[in-house]
């Protein structure tokens, strides 16, 4: 149980484009959602935290406008990029928890973005 | 705000020996969750263990078990006859015990496995 899928695994678009990341969680209802970024040989970098039927709580430094986060059922989460750039090339991971102060989140695989 | 150390970059054990990972972290709550993630080159994220701050045992798990000093606040873990499977990135976290369960991380130890 307790499974996080994230779709697509790898994403190549062209800098300019907008790019949709989804998070699914497979077998149980998340209630909070958190989106990470990893720079290659890098720690996980909280983005976002996300609340099923709510706005986004971003991490200071986080541009809400460029990392757009909607939360629209208990089961998925989205992460869009928008006009994407070289610099937001990076592995990007959700991770989900539930509700009743439960302790432990379930993180998905990660989607590799590249932006040419 | 809580703030998450892993001083050892790098790491590098035999098999079937014995190493220790390192992990300090700077809080003022007095109820909070501790844990170490494993990431493989996969780069899927594995809960490898977890600690609660109330508890004074330490926590175990087959192979893995955890060094908790909560007044050191030092959180080390040891894995113990290492095999060439747990060569990965290894995360230490912090979660308070709080209504947010937001995970702080480590800057993480690279684990390497000689056969």
């Known amino acids: 149980g307790a499974v996080v899928s994230q779709h697509p695994s790898r994403v190549i678009c062209k800098s300019g484009t907008s790019v949709k990341i989804e998070c699914r969680s497979l077998?149980?209802?998340?209630?909070?959602m958190f989106w990470y970024r990893q720079f290659p040989k890098q720690s996980l970098m909280l983005m976002a935290t996300?609340?099923?039927?709510?706005?986004?709580?971003?991490e200071q430094g986080v541009e809400k406008d460029k990392f757009l986060i909607n939360h629209a059922s208990l089961t998925l989460s989205t992460l869009t990029v928008t006009s994407a750039h070289p610099e937001d090339s990076s592995f990007y991971i959700c991770?989900?928890?539930?509700?009743?102060?439960?302790?432990?989140?379930?993180f998905g695989p990660g989607t590799r973005l590249t932006v040419l | 705000a809580q703030t998450v150390t892993q001083s050892q970059p790098e790491m590098s054990v035999q098999e079937a020996e014995t190493v220790t990972l390192s992990c300090t972290y700077d809080?003022?709550?007095?109820?909070?969750?501790l844990f170490w993630y494993k990431q493989p080159p996969s780069r899927q994220m594995i809960l490898v263990i977890r600690?609660?701050?109330?508890?004074?045992q330490n926590a175990t798990e087959n192979r893995f078990s955890v060094n908790f000093q909560k007044a050191a606040k030092s959180f080390s873990l040891k894995i113990s006859d290492s095999q060439l499977g747990d060569a990965a990135m290894y995360f230490c976290?912090?979660?308070?015990?709080?209504?947010?369960?937001?995970?702080?991380f480590g800057t993480g130890t690279l684990l390497a496995v000689q056969p």
């Open positions: 077998d149980f209802q998340a209630t909070t």
């Open positions: 996300s609340n099923e039927g709510s706005k986004a709580t971003y």
């Open positions: 991770s989900a928890g539930t509700s009743g102060g439960a302790v432990e989140q379930f």
């Open positions: 600690q609660e701050a109330y508890k004074q």
């Open positions: 809080t003022s709550e007095s109820d909070y969750y």
């Open positions: 976290a912090y979660r308070s015990a709080s209504a947010t369960n937001k995970l702080i």
